[in-house]
């Protein structure tokens, strides 16, 4: 089926800081596994994806860690600022679409 | 041109009402999607539309319509909803379906009331 959990659902981090938000998903998610940013009132944005085929990608401040073994991938941010805050959805492909996790609300502090 | 746009930004509408929601994208995309979201909630699926065919249908009850007249064009058709229905209505564009780069484009979104 079609299980997708992430954690934690809230994450509150002091500017400068790193946050980390997993994501873990059930057998049958395909090959592509995608971040959303959602801020207060606005649209859902990608801000990095990854295929099965690699382990790791990084965009600047932002990376995202696939582990195909524990069925699970990773967001992590570092040197957070005020304008990371945001809700963050993970959403693994299960065929033909995407299937979105919770959400984390993140606050960075500053 | 990457703009997913949708219209009305805001609706409010009674229960014995009929009204439709529109979005546009430019971008050349094949595949466009119907998300619901609900407060502190995930866009939860309603509908997706492959090369203007409906591929997929959430389960979603006959009161939401959805048309693709075009390539470019999505509907959202409202009859006789219920005040649980009140939510913000996204709209999304891929290049197409379970293919590509898998980005979806959201638009705004149209924050619908029923009462």
């Known amino acids: 089926g079609e299980n997708v959990e992430q954690h934690p659902s809230t994450l509150s981090v002091q500017e400068g800081d790193s946050a980390v938000i997993k994501c873990t998903y059930s057998d049958s998610a395909s090959n592509y596994f995608p971040w959303y940013k959602q801020e207060l009132g606005k649209r859902p944005q990608l801000i990095i994806d990854i295929r099965s085929n690699v382990g790791e990608k990084k965009d600047q401040r932002i990376a995202v860690t696939l582990n195909k073994t524990a069925k699970h991938f990773s967001l992590h941010i570092t040197e957070t600022q005020p304008e990371d805050s945001a809700v963050y959805f993970c959403?693994?492909?299960?065929?033909?679409?995407?299937?979105f996790g919770a959400g984390t609300i993140l606050r960075v502090k500053s | 041109d990457t703009e997913v746009t949708q219209t009305p930004k805001h609706l409010v509408m009674g229960m014995t009402n009929k009204k439709s929601l529109k979005c546009e994208q430019h971008m050349g995309h094949r595949a466009m999607y119907w998300y619901k979201q609900k407060a502190k909630k995930p866009p939860e699926l309603m509908f997706v539309?492959?090369?203007?065919?409906?591929?997929i249908n959430e389960s979603v009850p006959s009161r939401f319509s959805p048309e693709c007249p075009n390539s470019s064009l999505l509907n959202l058709h409202l009859h006789a909803l219920q005040p649980e229905d009140s939510a913000l209505y996204l709209c999304a564009s891929s290049q197409e379906v379970g293919r590509g780069t898998g980005e979806l484009f959201f638009g705004e979104g149209s924050r619908l009331t029923v009462l």
């Open positions: 539309y492959s090369y203007e065919k409906l591929s």
């Open positions: 959403a693994p492909r299960y065929g033909n679409k995407l299937v």
